[in-house]
């Protein structure tokens, strides 16, 4: 699998590490519902097809990556920054 | 034996000398060793895996299942290398494989008049009771009667490479599509990647007889490939097997650098393998012959009828000097002919088809079948059956073709499934099975010359197309015999016959891929590339389906046997992993110091000194040195970060429990990491070396988790805030200096007074240590007066040297990490053996630290009610009453009661005998901080060790802290 860094270019799937759904991005604020928090820390969708996962760069740049990846093709349909 | 016409590869002029069984033989160059074996007349040329059957060469290539042979000795030994593509060179040493005694008696082959107990499933049926023989009596004979071939059971003496290689286009194969492909591409100016796994270009055009426009298909694949060199842009490989398609355009393959070679160059590799990243690709990699099933099919000498061919003019070799073509294609007819053409005499010509008319001159039988074939050690003869009855006809060879298998399996590798077409009676692959590669030629069931010309112009971009044969196949399929007696074989590698389909089809293993595991079909090491689909035709045909119905079973990489030591090439032993060696490598290394390993890095565990024989006697001494008068110890491992930019603090803030907007210049501060699920992540020091800038600690094992959780804070939660964090880990080399003549070794050094006012506890500031700018932190580790210093890493070797020197003029010395786990076991400092991912801020008696006044990483789930509390484990202290020591690990229990899962209250983490405290541990106990006093048993059933201890405060050495306070 390649992914296409926006500063590095295409490389291999190995100098990247995974964290996961791209929804942990978006953390509840403090005062948020106890409801809020146990989906954002524990409830991950899975979806077979397009899903949108957080990718980072871990032996190039060190970009955090916003990636979407088809999970059953694998086929990396976008990929930004997260910043 | 070796004819006078033909031989493509061969120089005549130099023969080649190697040993077969430790007998010396020869061959010429450009010989493979099964073409070397058949010019001398050796047809037999190894033994079958279950019933030891006389096997010789099916094949003139790679997807040969019988002629495996063992290469080399020793760290060198190969097994299960494939003499149809060995090549010969001087010296070469190779064995056959699979016989007890010699190839020609094998003890073993007694296993073939029992046949037919060990048909398919025997293990299963046969070794069900008793019960306990299976591990004792029936696996250890199994396993030492079965496999393919040995290993030597010594380290591997040959070197192997990984590497990348990246192109616009690949190209698999190079016969007429593949070479027109590369060809058409490269002038275009394509970045061209041609692999070929044979050890030169064209693919079977030196195997055949037919002419490209003036020239024999040998000289005209010469011509290509001479073009092709000369082309910048296009990247030639040869001895390379593409093995696997992977996504991305990502393929793998072994290339044999040093296969053919009987002295590798130095420095090279035996092989190499390569993942090659393609804009696109094209497989043309041809088609494999198949065989038919009729009794005793696997007599050596029974081979594709396309391998006869290519043993000719390939080799100048004929497999015997009568020979026999048994075919159900218009494709067999060509065999007969070029056999006379070099003098070999065929004896019949046998065609399945009715009412065909084959343009030969010899024998013709049509509408006929081979019903049997005689011969112990090869074959002597074999009886046809047509519509007048049953003839006897002579050969020692029998040319086979039951038509073409294009050679799909890549195309399968993602999941694709190929597609059956009647009028080739083949497998096709479905157009983007794999995305961006293309099966043309022969592999997508082109199989004449100029169609596959044809294809090959067409997808490198099209252009003039060169003249060439343009036969059609004309088969009718034609899978095994019927209504005869006698085993047909179908898979030879792994000993699979038609009656074994028909058992397993039998017992209700009727899914290609149950029958596929009952049977072994297809698993052996030639992956069933000649068995797969007579296999399928044959449960079809049982099942009243047609084969497109019954399906394939997956093809997975790799497309031929890799060497897993190719896989790692030079990742192994040493170097498995990189090695991060400390700035004070060399001096530790000096002073004979022993090794921990912590991650990648190598750290001094302790320095051994007079007569000291054991590790405990040497960390003894250097705790002694720290509580007493000053240790010196390499700290650089710990991560570091550098953190700047106006939103510093609030970076700090966010990852920290604790508050560090609070923290002023100058100082620095504890601080604990938790993970949003609100238990610990790490803990560390923070250090506000100005107003926007702060450098913080990390422990050694979590420096780089740590480090990219802060880049998730600052890339992904809060890309708008301005701060920057960098990795400063290896950029700074940082020491502790630690004992009561810490602050007297520290000012000899720095030339100026460390007064508790400039310098308090938890300071921090620039230092210059002779002309280098540095840092100095007062912090301490051990519990005893402290400092850790740092300067860049280039003087971090000098400044170690010099530490040591200083301290030990002052009664100390340096000291390593057992003498550091002492002191802060002592101290009750936690670690990774504390913080182990399932432990709260509350369980370590850290609670309060989580502030309230603002939010962080984990606060809001660290606030919920499982996390804190009495019903918690809790980490206390533990101290041995009475003899013996204590084991992190054990568990914790009440003292007299029965241990039992549902009584343990815990467990001990970190232990150590303190020379002045005795044996002592840190652990957790359910509600321990309201327990001290109490007595509890630690057992380590796994150890046998039981000790009572008392549990008590996790601060076993100056509570107050008054030491390191000063």
Redesign the interface.
């Known amino acids: 699998m390649r992914i296409n860094c926006p500063l590095c270019g295409a490389r291999d799937l190995r100098e990247f590490s995974y964290l996961g759904d791209a929804r942990l991005a978006d953390r509840p604020a403090a005062d948020a519902s106890a409801q809020d928090w146990q989906d954002y820390v524990y409830l991950r969708d899975n979806p077979a097809g397009p899903h949108a996962e957080l990718w980072q760069h871990a032996q190039g740049c060190r970009a955090w990556l916003r990636v979407r990846r088809n999970t059953v093709t694998h086929e990396i349909l976008s990929v930004e920054r997260t910043r | 034996m070796r004819v006078e016409t033909g031989g493509n590869r061969l120089n005549r002029d130099r023969a080649v000398r190697f040993t077969l069984n430790g007998v010396s033989r020869a061959g010429l160059a450009g010989d493979t060793l099964s073409a070397a074996l058949l010019a001398d007349g050796q047809v037999l040329q190894g033994r079958s895996f279950k019933y030891h059957r006389p096997r010789g060469p099916v094949t003139a290539g790679s997807e040969e299942p019988n002629a495996l042979f063992t290469l080399g000795q020793g760290g060198a030994q190969m097994p299960n290398m494939r003499g149809t593509t060995q090549e010969i060179f001087d010296g070469l040493q190779a064995a056959t494989q699979n016989h007890v005694g010699s190839l020609r008696h094998d003890a073993m082959a007694v296993n073939d008049l029992f046949s037919r107990f060990l048909s398919a499933g025997f293990y299963y049926k046969t070794f069900m009771w008793p019960r306990a023989f299976w591990e004792r009596v029936y696996e250890p004979i199994i396993r030492a009667a079965a496999g393919l071939g040995a290993l030597s059971g010594e380290d591997s003496v040959e070197r192997y490479d990984r590497a990348?290689a990246h192109c616009d286009l690949l190209i698999i194969g190079s016969g007429p599509a593949g070479l027109m492909a590369a060809l058409t591409a490269g002038r275009r100016g394509e970045r061209v990647l041609l692999v070929e796994e044979d050890m030169r270009l064209g693919g079977r055009l030196d195997a055949e007889s037919f002419a490209i426009g003036d020239d024999t298909g040998a000289v005209w694949a010469a011509g290509i490939a001479a073009e092709l060199a000369s082309l910048p842009n296009v990247r030639v490989m040869t001895r390379t097997t593409v093995t696997g398609a992977?996504?991305?355009?990502?393929y793998g393959a072994y290339e044999r650098v040093g296969e053919h070679l009987g002295t590798i160059p130095d420095g090279a590799p035996r092989g190499c393998f390569w993942?090659i990243?393609a804009g696109r690709a094209i497989l043309a990699g041809g088609a494999h012959e198949r065989m038919i099933g009729f009794p005793n099919n696997d007599r050596p000498g029974i081979m594709q009828a396309s391998a006869v061919r290519a043993y000719l003019h390939r080799y100048g070799v004929a497999p015997a000097r009568r020979i026999a073509v048994f075919g159900n294609n218009d494709n067999a007819w060509r065999t007969v002919t070029d056999l006379q053409a070099a003098g070999v005499e065929v004896t019949a010509l046998i065609d399945t088809r009715d009412g065909v008319t084959p343009t030969v001159d010899c024998p013709v039988y049509t509408g006929a079948q081979v019903v049997e074939t005689r011969g112990r050690l090869g074959l002597r003869n074999l009886d046809v059956r047509d519509a007048n009855g049953v003839h006897r006809v002579e050969a020692e060879c029998l040319a086979v073709s039951g038509g073409w298998n294009p050679s799909v399996h890549l195309t399968c590798h993602m999941n694709g499934r190929p597609i059956w077409r009647d009028d080739i009676a083949a497998f096709v692959s479905v157009a983007g099975s794999v995305?961006n590669l293309q099966a043309i030629g022969a592999a997508n069931g082109d199989f004449s010359t100029a169609a596959a010309l044809r294809a090959g112009v067409e997808a490198g971009g099209g252009g003039e197309v060169p003249k060439a044969e343009d036969g059609p196949v004309n088969i009718t399929p034609f899978w095994h015999v019927t209504g005869v007696k006698g085993r047909q074989w179908l898979d030879f590698q792994n000993d699979v016959t038609v009656k074994d389909v028909t058992l397993a089809h039998r017992e209700n293993f009727r899914s290609v891929e149950h029958m596929k595991r009952y049977t072994t079909l297809g698993m052996a090491t030639d992956q069933g590339k000649l068995s797969n689909v007579g296999g399928l035709a044959v449960l079809a045909e049982l099942a009243g389906r047609e084969i497109p119905d019954v399906g394939t079973t997956t093809f997975r990489p790799p497309y031929t046997p890799v060497p897993v030591a190719a896989l790692a090439g030079r990742t192994a032993r040493g170097q498995f992993q990189p090695h991060r060696l400390t700035p004070s490598d060399g001096l530790s290394r000096e002073r004979n110091a022993s090794f921990v390993e912590a991650g990648q890095w190598h750290r001094a565990a302790w320095f051994p000194e007079g007569e000291e024989t054991t590790w405990k006697q040497s960390a003894d001494r250097e705790v002694g040195w720290v509580r007493n008068a000053v240790g010196v110890c390499d700290v650089t491992t710990l991560g570091k970060i550098d953190v700047q930019g106006p939103d510093a603090v609030r970076l700090l803030d966010l990852i920290y429990a604790g508050k560090m907007s609070t923290l002023k210049p100058g100082k620095v501060r504890y601080g604990l990491m938790l993970r949003?699920?609100g238990l610990v992540m790490d803990d560390g020091t923070c250090a506000r070396l100005g107003d926007d800038r702060y450098v913080i600690t990390t422990t050694t094992a979590a420096a780089g988790e740590v480090m990219?959780h802060v880049?998730?804070c600052t890339?992904?939660?809060h890309?708008e805030w301005q701060v920057s964090a960098v990795s400063v880990t290896d950029q700074w080399a940082q020491f502790a200096v630690a004992g009561p003549q810490s602050s007297a070794l520290l000012q000899g050094l720095l030339g100026h007074e460390l007064t508790d006012a400039e310098w308090p506890f938890m300071g921090c500031g620039p230092v210059q240590i002779g002309g280098v700018a540095g840092r100095l932190f007062r912090i301490s580790f051990s519990g005893e007066m402290a400092y850790e210093i740092a300067v860049p890493a280039r003087y971090g070797d000098a400044l170690a040297r010099e530490l040591t020197a200083r301290a030990q003029a002052l009664g100390g010395g340096l000291y390593g990490m057992e003498a550091l786990n002492i002191l802060r076991v002592e101290k009750g400092f936690i670690t990774h053996a504390e913080i182990d991912g399932r432990i709260s801020a509350d369980d370590l008696g850290m609670g309060r630290m989580v502030s309230p006044s603002k939010?962080c990483i984990g606060?809001?789930?660290s606030q919920r009610d499982g996390l804190h509390g009495p019903q918690r484990k809790q980490l206390v202290g533990l101290r041995a009453v009475g003899e013996g020591r204590l084991l992190s690990g054990a568990h914790l229990f009440d003292v007299g009661v029965e241990p039992a899962p549902d009584a343990d209250w815990g467990h001990v983490s970190s232990a150590c005998v303190s020379p002045s405290l005795g044996a002592i541990a840190l652990g957790f106990v359910v509600n321990g901080r309201a327990r001290h006093g109490e007595q509890i048993r630690a057992l380590d059933l796994l150890r046998g060790n039981d000790v009572i201890c008392e549990i008590c405060d996790p601060v076993f050495m100056d509570p107050e802290g008054g030491r390191m306070r000063g």
């Open positions: 990348w992977y996504d991305g355009g990502t993942r990243v995305p949003e699920d990219a880049e998730f890339q992904a939660l890309p939010d606060k809001v789930m």
